[in-house]
């Protein structure tokens, strides 16, 4: 960390990662009135956020998750492989508790939606760059949500991200090399699992849960 002006305790340096320049610049203003934190950069994707870090090796890192090409999660992956240490705070609008579940497992420190107060962004900054990991109740909830409920398998959820695309049975048979029937199984524990019927409402709930991405 660097010393604050007048010889103040040490700034909490702060990465910004959003896709949107106006989330970004309005976080960076909201940081900036704080005599203790600045923001060192700012990235626009995933390769930018981790190039940044190693570059400045902020104290905090603040990442949301839908970004270009490199999601926000691989980001987290990649910096924490980078750095083990790395303190990072989930700022999003994803409020599925499979987008919870990951990005905690992935190391972030914590998850806060876009819709969070000022006061409780920089509030959890400080706890974070304390070495806290402060967890706010509704997503205790959702983490306790997706605890209540059969997981899909990582082949499930690919089958899913296909369905999403929009591919029929026998290319997503293709895609996976594997034969229509294997998915015709595999949309049938998929179906049973999320307790729907069809393969349109398997998409609305796992796309709400956070298993795969909106479209």
């Known amino acids: 960390?660097?010393?604050a002006r007048g010889g103040a305790k040490p700034h909490i340096r702060i990465l910004c990662v959003d896709d949107h320049q106006l989330i970004r610049?309005?976080?960076a203003l909201i940081i900036e009135r704080e005599p203790d934190m600045r923001v060192v950069a700012a990235a626009r994707?995933?390769?930018e956020a981790v190039a940044l870090f190693r570059q400045h090796r902020p104290d905090v890192t603040l990442m949301d998750l839908q970004?270009?090409?490199m999601?926000?999660?691989e980001a987290i992956e990649a910096i924490r492989r980078d750095d083990p240490t790395a303190r990072i705070v989930v700022l999003t609008m994803y409020e599925g508790n499979e987008h919870i579940y990951r990005a905690l497992s992935a190391g972030a420190a914590t998850y806060l939606l876009k819709d969070t107060l000022?006061?409780?962004l920089i509030r959890v900054v400080r706890q974070v760059h304390a070495g806290e990991k402060p967890i706010?109740?509704?997503v205790q909830a959702k983490l306790a949500e997706r605890a209540a409920h059969p997981t899909l398998t990582p082949r499930e959820v690919a089958v899913m991200e296909l369905v999403g695309e929009g591919r029929r049975n026998k290319e997503v048979a293709t895609?996976?090399?594997i034969s229509e029937e294997t998915v015709q199984v595999h949309l049938r524990n998929i179906f049973a699992k999320l307790q729907v019927s069809d393969r349109a409402a398997a998409l609305v709930v796992a796309t709400k849960r956070g298993i795969v991405r909106p479209r």
């Open 118 to 120: 000022s006061s409780d």
């Open 1 to 3: 960390m660097t010393e």
């Open 67 to 69: 970004l270009p090409v």
């Open 175 to 177: 895609a996976l090399k």
């Open 25 to 27: 610049e309005g976080i």
């Open 45 to 47: 994707t995933g390769e």
């Open 136 to 138: 706010r109740p509704e």
């Open 71 to 73: 999601s926000g999660l």
